[in-house]
């Protein structure tokens, strides 16, 4: 099993910057790419970015390109997601994600979440 802690969310304008931040504990010798996701309100959770374990290689959604970067430190078994020019629409608890294949392209089915963490833009 792979246990994630996401942290901080919170509240910021139309226009800042947050950087959320993902630690992994646990069988973290399986993990081969980590992802961000994003549930609105009233509707479904979304892919955001994602980044293998091994090499850091990127993938994001279009909604976020040129705004959101995701990263990783192995060290520290952690993972960000760096946050600017935030939008209202950006307005979601943003969850952690794991999985054991080594595809970056995979955007929904992750073996392990997190509990999520809200992020609030005002307008």
């Known amino acids: 099993q792979v246990q994630l802690v996401e942290a901080g969310g919170g509240v910021v304008q139309a226009g800042g910057s947050l950087r959320l931040s993902c630690a992994a504990s646990g069988r973290t010798f399986s993990i081969g790419i980590m992802g961000w996701f994003r549930q609105a309100p009233g509707k479904e959770r979304k892919f955001v970015a994602s980044?293998?374990?091994?090499?850091?290689?990127?993938n994001s959604a279009d909604s976020v390109k040129g705004r959101f970067t995701i990263s990783r430190d192995n060290a520290k078994n952690t993972v960000y997601l760096q946050m600017n020019s935030l939008k209202p629409e950006d307005t979601a608890v943003y969850y952690c994600?794991?999985?054991?294949?080594?595809?970056?392209?995979?955007?929904?089915?992750?073996?392990?979440w997190g509990q999520g963490t809200q992020v609030t833009v005002s307008s």
């Open positions: 994600a794991a999985d054991r294949s080594r595809f970056v392209g995979r955007t929904s089915g992750y073996d392990y």
């Open positions: 980044i293998t374990w091994s090499d850091g290689i990127r």
